[in-house]
T-cell receptor, first 115, second 115 residues
Framework: AQKITQTQPGMFVQEKEAVTLDCTYD???????LFWYKQPSSGEMIFLIY??????QNATEGRYSLNFQKARKSANLVISASQLGDSAMYFC????????????FGQGTELSVKP | DAGVIQSPRHEVTEMGQEVTLRCKPI?????LFWYRQTMMRGLELLIY????????DSGMPEDRFSAKMPNASFSTLKIQPSEPRDSAVYFC?????????????FGDGTRLSIL
C-alpha cells in the first residue's frame, strides 16, 4: 500500500527564515514521483516542485528545494527566505509507476509566516 | 496559458437537489481527475479519465455520484440527490500523461454546501 505521512499539522516560521516541512512515504513501486503542492487560504492547489525517485540530485525551484533521502523514504520541502505570502497549507503527494494516474496525498502542514 | 477551469466556484443548494460541477482541463492534457477535499478525509480521488474514457471510478462514494467526459475539453461531476454530507471542496485536475514525473494541475475548486 502507498502512504504519505506529514507529521506536522502546523508550523510557524519568522519572515526571512528558512523552514523545513516533513514528508515521509511508503511504497512498493520500484519508481515513483514525489510532489509538493501549496494551498493558500483562497483554496486553489498550486504545484510547487517535483522529485523523481531515480533523480541523483535534489530538486530545486526558486526558493523551494527538496531534501530527498531515498533510504529514509523522506522528501522534505525546504522553503528559504520565507515570505508572508508563503503562509498556506502544504501537501506532499506521490505517484507510483504501478498506480496508474493516482496521486496519493498527505494530510498537509499548515505553515504560518510571522512578520 | 489557461489553467484548469472549474465552475461554479461556490454552490449552495438544498438537500435533495441535483448538483452539477463543471471542468475544462488544460488543452492537450489527456488525463482528467476529480477530487474531493474534506477536513475529515483530506484529498480523495473520486474518478479519473484518459482520453475521455473513465479509467478508475473506485473512489466514487456511491451511486448518487456520476461523472462524464463527453469530449476532451469538458467534464462534469453530478450529484443526484445531494445530501449534507456531500459538502466539500471538489477539485478537477488534469495532466499530460500519468508518468511519475507528470504533475497534476488543479483548478480553483468548487466549494459545495448542501443545506
Amino acid at each position: 500500500a502507498q502512504k504519505i505521512t506529514q507529521t506536522q499539522p502546523g508550523m510557524f516560521v519568522q519572515e526571512k527564515e528558512a523552514v523545513t516541512l516533513d514528508c515521509t512515504y511508503d511504497t512498493s513501486d520500484p519508481s515513483y514521483g514525489l510532489f509538493w503542492y501549496k494551498q493558500p487560504s483562497s483554496g486553489e492547489m498550486i504545484f510547487l516542485i517535483y522529485q523523481g525517485s531515480y533523480d541523483q540530485q535534489n530538486a530545486t525551484e526558486g526558493r523551494y528545494s527538496l531534501n530527498f533521502q531515498k533510504a529514509r523514504k523522506s522528501a522534505n520541502l525546504v522553503i528559504s527566505a520565507s515570505q508572508l505570502g508563503d503562509s498556506a497549507m502544504y501537501f506532499c503527494a506521490m505517484r507510483g509507476d504501478n498506480q496508474g494516474g493516482k496521486l496519493i496525498f498527505g494530510q498537509g502542514t499548515e505553515l504560518s509566516v510571522k512578520p | 496559458d489557461a489553467g484548469v477551469i472549474q465552475s461554479p466556484r461556490h454552490e449552495v443548494t438544498e438537500m435533495g437537489q441535483e448538483v452539477t460541477l463543471r471542468c475544462k482541463p488544460i488543452s492537450g492534457h489527456d488525463y482528467l481527475f476529480w477530487y474531493r477535499q474534506t477536513m475529515m478525509r483530506g484529498l480523495e480521488l473520486l474518478i479519473y479519465f484518459n482520453n475521455n474514457v473513465p479509467i478508475d471510478d473506485s473512489g466514487m462514494p456511491e451511486d448518487r455520484f456520476s461523472a462524464k467526459m463527453p469530449n476532451a475539453s469538458f467534464s462534469t461531476l453530478k450529484i443526484q440527490p445531494s445530501e449534507p454530507r456531500d459538502s466539500a471542496v471538489y477539485f478537477c485536475a488534469s495532466s499530460l500523461g500519468t508518468g511519475i514525473h507528470q504533475p497534476q494541475h488543479f483548478g480553483d475548486g468548487t466549494r459545495l454546501s448542501i443545506l
